[in-house]
């Protein structure tokens, strides 16, 4: 009894350093790994299975610029928002499909976005305004004036911040 007392702590210790070396060793694997050497590794050609005369044949989409019918639904059946499902229901609609349409392609004659949109630098505080020629001032904070409060005739409170009134000793 005795004997079998003495030996736990013994086999506890080995499997608690087995347990710490089958840890060691795989933590530190990623740290022995190293990179492939992509300068020496053989280069193969790609053998094409089909002539590039059999793959020249245009698809549906680059043909008319929609997709297939059945194609376009089954997206449309999927994810409505898609791409491909907006395109296919918007030549449904135009009846593309029906009619045996041609390759149409949409036109927008509109500004893009970079040319309606104002851009440059933004303009300094306390610098002249270019459209109005007057000089822009911001109040101080706390003031409880905005640059629009003179021009409306609203006179400001004396202490915008003051919600009680404070109290007598």
């Not at 740290?31 to 005369?53: G, M």
């Not at 927008?108 to 007057?134: C, D, I, S």
């Amino acid at each position: 009894m005795l004997r079998a007392v003495c030996r736990k702590p013994r086999m506890i210790a080995r499997a608690g350093l087995m347990v710490f070396a089958m840890a060691a060793m795989f933590l530190t694997a990623p740290l022995r790994a190293h990179h492939p050497d992509y300068e020496n590794i053989p280069v193969h050609q790609r053998v094409e299975p089909i002539p590039p005369w059999l793959n020249n044949i245009p698809s549906h989409r680059e043909r008319y610029n929609r997709p297939g019918y059945v194609g376009g639904k089954i997206a449309y059946w999927i994810a409505p928002s898609s791409q491909e499902a907006m395109s296919w229901h918007r030549s449904v609609h135009r009846g593309y499909y029906a009619n045996h349409a041609p390759r149409m392609e949409d036109r927008y004659f509109y500004q893009k976005p970079w040319q309606a949109l104002t851009l440059g630098p933004r303009v300094p505080l306390g610098a002249v305004a270019e459209n109005n020629r007057e000089v822009i001032q911001i109040p101080a904070m706390g003031s409880g004036v905005t640059p629009n409060d003179e021009a409306d005739g609203i006179i400001p409170l004396a202490k915008p911040f003051e919600l009680l009134p404070e109290p007598t000793p």
